[in-house]
């Protein structure tokens, strides 16, 4: 099962690292994919586009790399972003791409329902993701009442803190 989990992590961490290339080589194009979203407020277009492709970068090395913690739970929130940024679009009937795959982004968002294909994929990664998180959250926790628990039962071990 670690392998499974671990590879699940590898694998959105390469997608980060991926999706965040073309915008790093195109933030103009990438400014403009926001800006078609009519989602954000048009003062915080620039600083998206100069903040996100970094930390999708960061996050992405992180996870690959690493398999952090702090790296899956930034990227829960990357992916739960974009799942709520998909859905806004497909809502409002926006026909638009979002810049993270280049051509494959355009070839995808192109099909009937193409947008509906990847609201569903950003969404099952964020689900799966938040399965994790919320795994390591109850072990760290479990973790901590079992060394309360002792710590309690024991009052020699109490006592030498």
Known sequence: MSSIRNSFIRLVGLTLCVAAMPKLRHPESFSIALYSYAFFPVWTIKL??????????????????????????????????FTVVLTWARWHHSSLTCGCFGRIDSWLHKLSHGLLLHILGTLSVTLGLAILVLGDLRRKFSTARVVSDKLSADPDLAQSR
């Open 48 to 81: 998206l586009a100069f903040l996100i492709p970094p930390l999708e970068l960061i996050v992405g090395l992180s996870l690959t790399l690493w398999l952090s913690r702090a790296g899956r739970i930034m990227a829960l929130f990357l992916f739960g972003g």
